[in-house]
């Protein structure tokens, strides 16, 4: 070939300055660039050898060498694949991207910085010249008679190409570090780099240090492989010693037999993995292989709770590994890792227009080669192919759990206090996933025992089924009926739930007594969660322990029973406490030991909650206090303290005794404010020397 000298084919006078901004804060992304560019070739190489259209040596093996020199400032690429002709150099290192460099430079001078732009238009090779003054290629290419190709340019709209000397297939790669740049010539800065974005690349990478001292090792003879250069053979004579045996007798004997090895080169090992886990048949894979990965992956010893392996061919191409990390206290971090990658190649963390958002919670790795190398993220979130992926990982996730469920119900109860919030997350984001794990959402019960919506149902189912004979034996002993007919009911079933056990004990002992139950939710997350469940299932609603009062904690009366009662004691404590508008309702409940108890309206609560949580994200603007819960004072009439106040309404003590009634009220369902709790405990004193009088 003769010697040639020409400007590139690009339509502005310097393309280079808007090369140099791409993904500034990500300069050494271009480790990533000329790498993945040199796997390509080996790929292409194989698959034309398969195809019968190329010849590889019997020891041919795939590789890219990476070698830093700081004394010269270079950094060079080599791979052993396809190569190139003086014309294929032409095409694509000359013309960059023909005709779309229009359209680049139009789209991109103007916001290099803002997208992930290297690659559009086959320009990953040019990513070199963010970090080199000088770049030089030399090629040859898998054909027959092909001839060597040397290309230079030093960052200009200028090269030189001409014959070259390089005598094996493939092609090399030389960057002359600008000074700006130098740190990537250092051998332990390369090595960080490579294993950040080749960690699993499918060809071996080597990386070594030029006019490093050789290295060297021992080996077995045995192991010796034909492409080891040994240096010497290492002998070690036998060791005896003096021994006294069975008959007393001293006799020398051998402790450690002669042992030659072999003194080599030091083998050179790869930075990455060619065959990483999520590639393997997940039948092929131990949990010791999952759980070291995970280890070696996120750089986290604590064991993960379980894992999930994606592997589909149909309609689209995706493997990967998504792991359930351990979270310790509430106080860990739950921000997850996901590392997407095209092929092996690693592209960024946790992008969210590819992971369902509730997913990015977890670790993990998706490997998607339909996906393109560099991704904007204005170009994903218009992308219905990544809505599709985002889709399938959500729903293989669901798969995954409601199957543990259904067969692994007590290792999935033994997770479940460290998933839910995964979960619960996850329904709230996503209706589909929702709708897949409605019959798989676990409950906690105050007996600490898990139950799902459909056992939550059975069990009311039961326990109604119990009350209905229980009142049709009472109908028939007292000849008055079970029910008033015509008398409209909710029927919907309730769902009684805890946020505090603590605080909320006293209604807890309430309900054990009679055989009632409830499930504890006290994350901040249930409150949202409950309300979507109800909005999207019509036969249950969720009722806080203390918002109601339900019939079975009750005896049975009628309002014109216990109507003397409630008009006379509700008229005392709202003078007692100063408040007209406060409800008071009298029942005879079935503990004779509880004086009084506060309910809140399950739905003034409910808004009162949401809007604190919108106060406390920063999110304010609304007075909680503005959505007060409705709340009512119910007064146990079968309690003697509720007697005395009644019958002795008109006494001197009565609203010193009202105001004490109503705190210890208050206080089995929140605590006091500080104002309240000093004159709770001032009255308490005052109520101890009335009794020690």
């Given amino acids: 070939m003769s010697n040639k000298h020409g400007s590139l084919s690009i339509s502005s006078d310097n393309i280079f300055p808007i090369i140099k901004k791409w993904m500034y804060s990500d300069h ?11 796997c390509d070739a080996i790929t292409k190489l194989k698959k034309l050898e398969m195809m019968g259209e190329a010849a590889l040596p019997a020891d041919y093996k795939p ?9 010269a400032k270079t950094l060079t690429f080599t791979d052993n694949g396809l190569g190139m002709t003086a014309d294929e150099v032409e095409e694509y290192i000359n013309q960059i ?8 430079l139009e789209k991109y001078k103007d916001k290099a910085s803002e997208d992930q732009i290297i690659g559009h238009f086959g320009l990953g090779f040019y990513s070199a010249f963010m970090v080199a003054d000088e770049v030089h290629i030399d090629t040859l290419s898998y054909k027959d008679g092909a001839t060597a190709v040397h290309w230079e340019c030093d960052g200009g709209t200028e090269y030189d190409m001409t014959e070259g000397d390089k005598a094996e297939v493939g092609t090399k790669i030389t960057l002359f570090l600008n000074e700006d740049a130098l740190e990537f010539a250092n051998e332990y800065r390369a090595k960080e780099v490579i294993e950040k974005y080749c960690s699993f690349m499918p060809t071996p990478i080597y990386l070594s240090k030029a006019n490093a001292e050789p290295e060297y090792e021992t080996i077995d003879p045995a192991d010796k492989l034909d492409t080891d250069t040994v240096i010497e053979t290492v002998v070690e004579e036998a060791k005896t010693e003096e021994k006294t045996n069975e008959n007393g007798e001293k006799e020398v004997v051998e402790v450690s037999p002669r042992t030659e090895k072999l003194k080599i080169v030091k083998r050179p090992v790869p930075l990455n993995d060619t065959n990483p886990l999520w590639t393997k048949n997940p039948n ?5 292989e999952y759980k070291a990965f995970y280890r070696k992956v996120f750089m986290d010893y604590k064991e993960p709770l379980f894992w999930i392996h994606l592997n589909m061919d149909y309609p689209f191409n995706l493997k990967g590994i998504l792991y359930f990390p351990k979270i310790n206290t509430e106080y860990d971090s739950i921000e997850g890792t996901i590392k997407l990658y095209n092929n092996q190649v690693f592209i960024a963390d946790n992008i969210k227009e590819v992971i369902p958002e509730f997913l990015m919670l977890l670790k993990g790795v998706i490997d998607c080669p339909d996906l393109p190398l560099n991704v904007s993220r204005s170009a994903l979130q218009n992308d219905g192919f990544v809505k599709k992926i985002s889709d399938y990982i959500s729903k293989k996730v669901a798969d995954k759990l409601s199957g543990m469920c259904k067969t692994e119900k007590e290792n999935y109860e033994k997770y479940w206090d460290d998933i839910s919030p995964f979960i619960k997350f996850g329904c709230l984001k996503d209706t589909k996933f929702c709708d897949k794990m409605n019959d798989y959402i676990l409950f906690k019960d105050i007996n600490d025992k898990y139950m799902t919506l459909p056992e939550l149902m059975k069990e009311d189912d039961e ?7 229980a009142s049709t034996d009472t109908a028939e002993n007292t000849d008055k009926p079970a029910e008033d007919a015509g008398e409209e009911k909710d029927t919907r079933k309730t769902i009684y739930y805890v946020t505090d056990k603590v605080q909320q004990g006293q209604y807890i002992n309430l309900f054990k007594e009679q055989g009632m139950n409830a499930v504890i939710l006290d994350h901040n997350i249930d409150t949202s969660f409950i309300t979507q469940l109800e909005q999207r299932n019509e036969k249950f609603r969720f009722m806080r322990i203390d918002a109601d009062l339900t019939e079975s904690l009750k005896e049975e009366t009628s309002e014109e029973e216990l109507k003397a009662e409630t008009d006379a004691l509700t008229e005392t404590f709202r003078k007692a406490l100063n408040n007209d508008k406060l409800n008071v309702k009298v029942e005879k409940l079935k503990n004779e030991n509880i004086s009084s108890v506060i309910t809140l309206s399950e739905e003034g609560r409910r808004m009162q909650d949401m809007m604190r949580m919108y106060a406390a994200g920063g999110m304010g603007g609304m007075d909680p206090s503005m959505f007060a819960a409705d709340q009512t004072l119910t007064l146990n009439a079968n309690h003697a303290l509720v007697k005395y106040i009644f019958e002795h ?8 005794f009202c105001e004490q009634l109503y705190d210890l009220a208050v206080l089995s369902n929140q605590p006091l404010s500080v104002d309240a709790m000093s004159k709770f405990v001032a009255r308490s004193n005052q109520i101890m020397l009335l009794l020690a009088k």
């Fill in 28 to 38: 050494d992304i271009f480790y990533r660039e000329l790498i993945s560019n040199g």
């Fill in 63 to 71: 590789q890219i060498q990476v070698i830093v020199d700081p004394d």
């Fill in 97 to 104: 991207a023909f005709s779309g460099a229009t359209d680049f």
């Fill in 284 to 288: 092929d894979c131990t949990d010791e």
């Fill in 463 to 469: 326990k109604k089924a119990e009350e209905k004979d």
């Fill in 649 to 656: 309404k008109d006494s001197e003590n009565i609203p010193m």
